[in-house]
């Protein structure tokens, strides 16, 4: 039995609405909606509140249906995906701006300078690797992983430029 069929006959046995089971849960009716009709799985927490208001345990809810723990795993995944890919375009910001400032502060050792642009190139490199395993589990298509690859690198340059406008604004 699908999880989205054992949730809708256990709400249904309890006598409960979906509303009523929503506000129990802690969520909204659409997601009671969702979950019922298959366009998406609950989420561990929202598992554990129904094992315990239906009186079944967590293996009869996860093992039967192996759809709800793929997608659990798939949002871990993409969890994990989104902090790496954070943390890549933070250092591809310090290392544009740290290539963008030279010249206000004095230049730069040429093996500083060299390794900064290096570390930039490799962490654009980076943010394209980290996006397309984001858009492989998000199941989207190729041109979504341009799209966005030149939304954060043209983001995270109009981030620098506007800092360093305001340096030179506070600097002169």
């Known amino acids: 039995m699908e999880i989205s069929d ?13 509303e009523e089971l929503a506000k129990s849960l802690y969520v909204s009716k659409r997601s009671i909606t969702n979950w019922e009709t298959g366009k998406n ?18 293996d009869d809810l996860l093992l039967n249906n192996s759809i709800v723990v793929s997608n659990i795993k798939k949002q871990i995944q993409l969890k994990t995906m989104h902090k790496y890919l954070m ?3 933070v250092t591809f910001l310090a290392f ?4 963008s400032t030279t010249g206000l502060y004095g230049d730069l050792a040429k093996p500083v300078y060299y390794s900064a642009l290096i570390g930039g190139g490799s962490n654009v490199f980076a943010i394209i690797y980290f996006l397309d ?5 998000e199941n989207k298509s190729e041109s979504d992983l341009i799209k966005s ?16 406008i305001m340096i030179i604004m506070v600097k002169y």
Not at 41 to 53: N, Q
């Open 6 to 18: 054992l949730l809708k006959n256990k709400r249904k046995e309890m006598n409960l609405t979906q």
């Open 41 to 58: 799985t609950p989420d561990i927490d929202s598992l554990i509140r129904l094992a315990k208001l239906y009186d079944i345990s967590l």
């Open 87 to 89: 943390c890549t375009f």
């Open 96 to 99: 544009f701006f740290i290539i």
């Open 133 to 137: 395993k984001i858009n492989k589990l």
């Open 149 to 164: 690859t030149v939304k954060w690198i043209l983001g995270g340059i109009i981030m620098v430029i506007i800092s360093i």
